[in-house]
């Protein structure tokens, strides 16, 4: 069992001792609002939106895109289980901005091993065969931070399969500062019509 393995499994059980009442916790989230945002280490919704076990949906992705899996979960976080708010959140400082689609595929092509980043941009250092399926995939790659998060929140809006009385609200998440920076383009774009 490696390290990492056993410090999860201990703290689960420091976790589950404490589980107390949280069992009874219904499904649908109690403050009827769901959350995109990206899957980055340094967030952490439950701080930044004030969040406790059982209050909202987040749904965290590379980017916080709205990837057709991300639209699915939003669209069951509201015709299943009653959300009545939704908001997109990138981030600064977002990895997705240090690379393109093209480059993502051509370090694919190379290796499937991690690469690794320096000045010059990202290099394949591995030594195993890659794979050519890289160039089939949508990246969702990040060139303008602001305006990622408009498009995100006109494709939800636009959606066929959304409720168009939900209002969704875009901001970036400030990593050196902790606070939440509205996208007033994104928050018009996503009130209801």
């Not at 749904?59 to 997109?88: P, Y």
């Not at 480059?103 to 050519?132: F, Q, R, Y």
């Not at 399969?161 to 875009?170: D, M, Q, S």
């Amino acid at each position: 069992m490696s390290k990492i393995v056993e410090e999860v499994l201990s703290a689960n059980r420091d976790y589950a001792a404490g589980f107390g009442d949280k069992g009874d916790l219904p499904m649908p989230p109690g403050r009827g609002f769901a959350i995109l945002t990206c899957m980055d280490a340094r967030l952490d919704p439950a701080k930044y939106a004030g969040l406790a076990e059982g209050d909202a949906h987040v749904i965290r992705n590379a980017g916080g895109r709205a990837s057709d899996d991300a639209i699915r979960s939003l669209v069951i976080s509201h015709k299943l289980l009653g959300t009545r708010e939704w908001f997109v959140i990138h981030h600064t400082d977002c990895g997705m901005e240090t690379f393109t689609s093209d480059v993502m595929a051509d370090l694919l092509n190379s290796s499937l091993e991690t690469a690794k980043i320096d000045a010059d941009g990202w290099h394949d250092v591995g030594s195993t065969p890659g794979s050519p399926e890289g160039r089939f995939i949508s990246w969702l790659t990040i060139s303008d931070n602001a305006a990622s998060v408009v498009e995100d929140v006109k494709r939800i809006k636009a959606h066929p399969l959304v409720e168009k009385t939900i209002p969704v609200y875009g901001y970036i998440y400030d990593c050196k500062t902790g606070q939440l920076v509205e996208v007033p383009e994104a928050t018009t774009a996503g009130q209801p019509g």
